[in-house]
């Protein structure tokens, strides 16, 4: 028998107060199991952070090696071995040219960090009124209120819209409601910063592929070169989110190497430390990074855990393991495994509307009618039961509300850690279309 902890039982603060959960026992590789032995297929992924699997014992001697040696030391007065050496290694993989690496704890404050570090880019180099961050509808990138001045979720933002600053937003590529050209999509950037007054804009932010909000939208081809055109016709800083997509999700290092595009200022963290430790990190260029230190003397921002040697060890570890056991590869060679298995499934499944996404990150998305496309009333709650059923089963995923108009709109997302096998992703294909049965019939 599952024992359940519910709120308000207990002294914990959830996250999901009326939502019941078992109590974790232990995981390992792409599964986890709670006190009562039952197990769950991860096909989420955490969502979309153990990237290497769980009970992984590299990455924990990683960190325990590093813990005995010397557990904390305050990024302003120390650096360490483990930081060093991370940097050095993921300066080889990043697509910005002599990079440099600022560390923090989480997406939401490597987000908070690279607005700050585009602003204070722009002020380096005499731009001094280029202070507002353009960001898309509907995106997602984070909790704090400077990461949700540049989201677009309105669900998240609007009880605390007196308390930031508003930044503009523009369309967001979404092929399945609104066709369009990837250079017409990405035009819709140039007209917002000829809006605002091109001397006004400091940077545009923009998940390469879709995340959460809107569930693994790849977009059009052309789209991503066009908007680094406009972005350097404007001197305007191209900020790549990465947090969900990054470190060989979607088959390729970052979403970003899809388009050959080199972004001014990437951030990613989910997958960073694959869960082991809370990591994030920001990259920028180091001509940038010494121009601030030229002009302004320091970038002004700070964290109490940045630059964190555990951190970083686990992190070193993680990056050591995707790259030993070739698992961008595997992401991108299970893709389209992957994407055949679910259109076996779901492609004449009449409420599956839309079967998107690159590697190992996929989204259903659900309507009530297929030839309309009209999404499911948002009291139906569809994309949670079926979360809730799929979970009832002993599988994992990823659900989100709102894609189509920050209120409707059901999706179902798929971000297995990469180390999944074909038999691991028939089973898991094959558990999801069992929930969506039992929801939808």
């Known amino acids: 028998m599952t024992n359940l902890y519910k709120h308000p039982q207990g002294h914990v603060f959830y996250r999901k107060m009326n939502h019941a959960r078992p109590m974790i026992s232990h995981g ?58 991370y940097s050095s290694e993921l300066a080889k993989i990043v697509p910005i040219p002599d990079a440099r690496f600022y560390y923090l704890s989480s997406g939401s404050e490597v987000i908070e960090g690279a607005i700050k570090l585009a602003r204070q880019i722009q002020m380096a180099r005499g731009e001094h009124n280029r202070s507002l961050i353009i960001g898309r509808s509907q995106s997602y990138h984070g909790m704090t209120l400077g990461a949700l001045s540049v ?26 409601h609104f066709p369009a050209s990837g250079r017409d999509l990405a035009d819709r950037l140039e007209e917002v910063i000829l809006a605002y007054g091109s001397k006004n804009i400091a940077g545009f932010i923009a998940e390469p592929i879709s995340g959460a909000g809107l569930g693994a939208i790849v977009p059009p081809d052309d789209y991503w070169p066009r908007i680094r055109e406009i972005c350097d016709t404007y001197g305007v800083l191209l900020i790549a989110d990465e947090v969900l997509v990054g470190m060989g999700r979607t088959g390729k290092w970052w979403g970003i190497d899809h388009w ?54 686990a992190g070193l570890a993680t990056l050591t393991i995707i790259q030993q056991e070739h698992l961008v590869e595997n992401a991108a060679n299970l893709g389209p495994y992957l994407h055949q298995k679910l259109h076996h499934a779901f492609a004449e499944h009449p409420h599956v509307g839309d079967i998107r996404g690159r590697g190992l990150f996929w989204a259903l998305e659900f309507v009530q009618n ?18 809730d059923r799929a979970f009832e089963l002993g599988l994992i995923v990823y659900y989100s509300h709102g894609c189509v108009d920050g209120m409707k709109g059901d999706l179902i997302m798929l971000g297995p850690p990469l180390i999944i096998d074909e038999a691991q992703v028939d089973e898991m294909v094959g558990i999801l279309e069992t929930a969506v049965s039992d929801v939808l019939p």
């Open 370 to 387: 297929r030839t309309t496309k009209e999404p499911f009333s948002a009291g139906d709650h569809i994309a949670t039961q079926i979360e």
């Open 151 to 176: 989201s677009g979720r309105a669900g998240l933002r609007t009880p605390y819209m007196g308390m930031m600053q508003d930044m503009p937003h523009i369309r967001h590529p979404y092929p399945y």
């Open 260 to 313: 050959a595009v080199t972004p001014d200022i990437l951030v990613t963290s989910k997958g960073t430390a694959s869960g082991y430790f809370p990591l994030g990190w920001i990259a920028a260029s180091g001509s940038d990074v010494n121009q601030i230190q030229q002009v302004l003397g320091d970038f002004n921002h700070g964290g109490t855990y940045s630059h964190h040697a555990v951190g970083a060890a």
């Open 28 to 85: 390992e590789g792409i599964y986890l199991y709670d006190q009562s032995g039952k197990r769950y297929l991860d096909g989420s992924g955490g969502p979309l952070v153990v990237n290497v699997g769980h009970g992984r014992s590299e990455i924990v001697a990683a960190m325990t090696r590093q813990a005995q040696t010397a557990a904390y030391v305050h990024g302003t007065m120390f650096t360490s071995q483990a930081v060093e050496d």
